[in-house]
């Protein structure tokens, strides 16, 4: 990287010392302020910036004033500030004689600078000079010392060919389970331990992949980290080899199929000779998150497999001793603390506390390490991991080797099941025995997140506890007023009710990092409700960061941990000294990037609590913790639509307080791949394939599949043809047959101004919501409408739209439909959904009986356009169904929401607007489209159709109607491109459909804002 002299943070540099020289009595910790900030400010992107960190690994204590670790968290550099009063030569001898690192240093006092590097001085540099500073930067960053960057190289090497060398293996297991009986019996064997210690659903695959994972890794191990007997002195290492040893008896040679990869090894143990373990673990961090990535990445998920950055690691393991002090007046060495990490993953937590307590209580270390640290991992990599780790640290700190009794190779939740019968091995056992004996009072650590499988194609579920999912089932749900309460099964919550339960009414503290939807999510009312009868004091670090609820966002910039979903530390603690509950809430700025939230974490690593300006929050009596201010105003609206209102079946009489009877999701398929298409053509001999592979596996299922049910189902079927569904399994299982008929294919809006066609179905449509009765059929559609909202507890901006053909659920989001009929589902009997209550309450309040169902409909559907209303209430609108305010203007408004609706309802006969068909000369004249593009301009933008068409002119303000943080425009363009085997342009005979339907799009786009517009300031 070249730094120029002119950069602004040399700039801002100059500008801050010329600024401290003016104040007297400058002192050397202020004066080294500067340079602080500009190696902060001008490291590379995911750097980290350390200040005052013990140098691992040294003899001594050193803490240079700043340590650079890079992404991969290697140290790469250090630098040490001087009083410039004071003679710098003789004050570096001073460090050089104490030990500091001189790998790549910079030693200044701000006028001059002496860099070291691979031990040698390089240069040195009179920095009140802006050329020579910004010459410093640059060798100080561009250096890497040789043996990490060789290191670095064999890991990547190893990292990309990790899949291919697992498949190999994978296929010398096939062919020992087809041929060696040795392995067979001890395979057998192996797995009856997995099923009884593990997972009783463990399959013969997922064992497999275990011996994968020591064969792979086991001699890096050894020799990376010169530990020649880690495996076998290893308790549950002893058992795998045992195994692998029948493996590799007859058709295997382990060392011979492994030689392939001795250049992979060699280079890995070659480079890795220079550095120390703190340098190593980078690489077993590598191994821990990219092994898993690259090879199994549904293990990846299903566990939650990522690493925990450091200063979250940190700053938890700060919180708990903070709170430990003054909660109860203990220290971490106390003998009445008993710690667990049941998610141990690397084993960090461990370590981090391991440093904390021999830095507070050194001569407790031992003690506390034999007797009250406990950790679980479910996962062998992980676990050899952990154990090298922990046992590595306790080494470095006490000088003697001693396994770590406390680490248990366990599942967690299972302990809490009734019966063990055997754990793996006899230590194993042991170890788990004198876990559950323990007096646990601090449970910390970084639990999965994984809500479990997104299609039933990856057969990948989460497992059962039934004593946990139970615990759940009888407090966080049962105090739920939520209708979907799936997601408290999330595996974050499981170890949320575990720790808990845990603590088996001991006083205590629980401090987890997790997916932090429980905050807000409607869902978790319940739980929210129930954590603050655990807990007594509840304090909730929100670092926030889901891009699904603000698409500014990205999960790799703005996510601590790069994911999608929002991430915040809890710290819940137990103590009878209150009586009452109080719960203390911060959340981080909006648009912070991922090194903001952390460099925050590490400033605040002293004092956890009292550095960060909590605020008290007073949940409400629907549980609710965060409320803002317009609530009350929003809960004397009127709801579009109420369970308790669809449920009553009294006609319109009692119970009925909404102003639709009913409503409905969209329509789901759970293969669109099959079920929709652009074209009849395409769609229907894909149908009739499907449903003919269909009817073969209820056949097949008829003669051998012996009435499988659950796990023993997901492994009977085959997935290779069919995309199955939880429906089409249980079709399947009652052996019924599916039926092509040309009359169910129809009219569908997939997405927004995007029409397909749609085989609907009871069998292959996953789930039709109460779309046979709003459009049995298609003259339905010519009378019939519905109104599409997000659902509740949708994380896009709030939206609407409507429609006259069935929606799919996910239209602009998730659908909840509301319709002006409703059917049965032969098409007969119609009736309006509009409750007779809801025009008689906007009949009373406007004094006027000429108000009509219809007049309500079109008003109910300009209210929901209204800006102000969606700004206005947009927190609640993502947690409820909209209710309807009564503003003054109601006529008006019911007109502009009919013309509304016209022009989203006809927008393919609406004139489009004028836009310049530019075309490129030598190109072939056409308006087929292949991937549409939009290319903004400063005053107007173009949508390029293919090589040769662009269509110019697009007025910027038409992008301004939005559908879900997206415009319409937008949409159309995403969705009108050719994929896989879909064409666009086969939707309609004329060639220029699609360009036309652009055109008009855009004046859809300016009319709907116009009629916006015109509904006027809010008057709500
Ligand atoms: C998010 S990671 C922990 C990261 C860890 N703090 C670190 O930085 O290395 C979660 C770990 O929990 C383990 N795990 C998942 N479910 C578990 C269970 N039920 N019992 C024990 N360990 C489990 C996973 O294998 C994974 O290694």
Redesign the pocket.
């Given at each position: 990287m070249k730094i120029i002299e002119k950069n602004k943070h040399i700039v801002a540099y100059y500008e801050k010392l010329e600024e401290l020289r003016g104040v007297r009595r400058l002192t050397v910790i202020s004066l080294r302020e500067p340079f602080k900030n500009l190696l902060d400010a001008i490291k590379p992107k995911g750097w980290q910036f350390i200040a005052e960190k013990t140098v691992d690994g040294a003899s001594r204590i050193i803490h240079p004033d700043a340590t650079l670790r890079d992404e991969n968290s290697f140290p790469r550099g250090y630098w040490e500030a001087k009083d410039p009063k004071l003679d710098l030569s003789a004050q570096i001898d001073v460090k050089i004689e104490r030990q500091y690192p001189l790998k790549n240093t910079i030693f200044e006092n701000t006028q001059r600078a002496v860099l070291y590097q691979a031990g040698k001085v390089v240069a040195e540099f009179d920095i009140t000079q802006p050329k020579e500073l910004a010459r410093l930067l640059t060798l100080f960053f561009d250096y890497e010392e040789v043996v990490i960057a060789n290191f670095k190289t064999a890991v990547a090497r190893f990292r990309e060919d990790t899949p291919e060398l697992a498949s190999g293996l994978r296929g010398k297991l096939e062919e020992a389970h087809k041929s060696n009986s040795k392995f067979i019996s001890a395979h057998a064997q192996f797995m009856e331990m997995c099923r009884t210690s593990l997972n009783p659903a463990i399959t013969r695959l997922a064992v497999d992949e275990m011996l994968i994972q020591h064969l792979l890794t086991e001699r890096l191990i050894r020799k990376v980290f010169d530990n020649p007997y880690f495996t076998q002195r290893n308790i549950i290492g002893k058992e795998l080899q045992g195994v692998i040893d029948a493996f590799t008896s007859k058709t295997f040679n382990a060392d011979e199929y492994l030689g392939k990869l001795e250049y992979i090894y060699r280079a890995v143990e070659d480079a890795s000779k220079g550095l120390d373990y703190a340098d190593k673990q980078a690489f077993l961090n590598t191994v821990?998150e990219q092994f898993f990535q690259g090879y199994a990445i549904k293990t990846a998920d299903t566990?939650?497999?990522?690493?925990?950055p450091q200063p979250i690691v940190e700053y938890m393991c700060s919180a708990v001793e903070e709170a430990l002090h003054t909660e109860f007046g203990l220290s971490l060495a106390d003998e009445t603390v008993h710690l667990i990490d049941?998610?141990?993953?690397?084993g960090?937590?461990m370590v981090h506390l391991l440093e904390r307590i021999h830095k507070t209580t050194p001569d407790k270390l031992e003690e506390v390490y034999l007797n009250r640290l406990y950790a679980?991992?479910?996962?062998l990599l992980?676990y050899y991991v952990a154990s090298l780790n922990i046992e590595h640290k306790f080494y470095e700190l006490w000088g003697e080797y001693h396994p770590f009794e406390g680490l248990c190779f366990v599942?967690?939740?299972d302990i809490a099941q009734a019966q063990q019968l055997s754990l793996f091995s006899e230590q194993n056992a042991q170890r788990v025995q004198r876990q559950k004996d323990a007096p646990i009072t601090v449970i910390i650590?970084?639990?999965?997140y994984n809500i479990g499988q997104l299609s039933e194609n990856d057969n990948n579920k989460n497992r059962a506890y039934p004593v946990i999912d139970g615990r759940i089932k009888a407090t966080y749900a049962k105090e739920s007023q939520s209708g979907n309460k799936n997601k408290l099964y999330d595996?974050y919550v499981k170890f949320f009710r575990w720790a808990s339960d845990r603590l088996n009414g001991r006083d205590g503290i629980v401090c987890y990092v997790t997916n932090n939807s429980f905050v807000d999510a409607i869902a978790f009312d319940g739980m929210r409700k129930q954590l603050l009868e655990d807990f007594t004091t509840i304090y909730h670090v929100d670092l926030h960061g889901n891009v699904r609820q603000n698409p500014k966002l990205s999960g790799t910039t703005h996510n601590v941990f790069g994911i999608q979903v929002g991430v915040g530390i809890t710290i819940a603690i137990r103590s009878t000294r209150h009586e009452a509950s109080r719960l203390f809430y911060h959340r981080v700025p909006e648009f912070w990037r991922k090194e903001e939230k952390l460099g925050f974490l590490q400033t605040a690593l002293n004092n956890p609590f009292q550095s960060i300006p909590f605020q008290v929050l007073q949940p409400n009596t629907k549980n609710e913790w965060i409320i803002s201010d317009t609530d009350d105003e929003y809960a004397s609206f009127i709801p579009l639509g109420t369970k308790a209102t669809k449920r009553a079946n009294n006609g319109n009489g009692n119970g009925i307080y909404a102003i639709f009877k009913t409503f409905s999701n969209g329509i789901q398929t759970n293969r669109d791949d099959v079920m929709y298409d652009f074209t009849r053509r395409e769609l229907i001999p894909r149908v009739e394939e499907f449903i003919e592979n269909y009817n073969q596996e209820v056949d097949r299922y008829k003669r051998t599949g012996k009435n499988a049910t659950g796990r023993d189902l997901d492994n009977f079927v085959k997935y290779d043809k069919i995309k199955w569904s939880s429906r089409l399994k249980e079709t399947l299982q009652r052996l019924v047959y599916a039926e092509f008929a040309e009359e169910k294919v129809r009219y569908s809006l997939y997405r927004p101004f995007t029409k397909k066609y749609l085989y609907f179905d009871t069998i292959l449509t996953h789930r039709r919501g109460l779309f046979p009765q709003i459009f049995p059929n298609q003259q339905t559609e010519v009378e019939n409408r519905v109104i599409c909202v997000p659902l509740k507890g949708n994380t896009k901006p709030f939206h609407v739209l409507m429609t006259n053909i069935i929606p799919d659920l996910h239209l602009t989001g998730d659908s909840q439909c509301f319709p002006f009929y409703v059917y049965d589902e032969d098409g007969t009997n119609r009736r309006e959904n509009i409750t007779d209550w809801a025009l008689k309450q906007f009949q009373t309040h406007y004094n006027d009986s000429s108000i009509t169902k219809w007049e309500i409909f079109y008003y109910t559907y300009a209210v929901l356009h209204h800006p102000t209303y969606r700004e206005k209430f947009a927190g609640v609108l993502k947690r409820e169904l909209p209710r309807i305010p009564k503003v003054p203007s109601f006529k008006a408004w019911a007109k502009i929401g009919q013309e509304l609706s016209y022009v989203h309802l006809n927008y393919e006969q609406i004139d489009p607007h004028p836009l310049a068909m530019q075309w490129r000369t030598n190109k072939p004249v056409s308006q087929r489209v292949v991937k549409m593009r939009l290319e903004k301009k400063p005053d107007s933008a173009d949508v390029l159709v293919n090589e040769s068409l662009r269509l110019a002119g697009v007025p910027l303000r038409a992008l301004d109607y939005q559908l879900g943080g997206r415009s319409a425009l937008e949409w159309v363009i995403e969705q009108y491109r050719v994929k896989d085997d879909k064409d666009p342009n086969l939707y309609s005979e004329d060639e220029g459909y699609i360009v036309g339907l652009v055109g008009r799009v855009v004046a859809v786009s300016l009319e709907t804002l116009r009629l916006i517009d015109a509904l006027g300031t809010w008057e709500g």
């Open positions: 821990y566990h939650g497999i990522v690493y925990t049941p998610c141990t993953g690397t960090n937590f679980n991992e479910v996962m992980p599942d967690t939740l650590g970084n639990p999965p595996a």
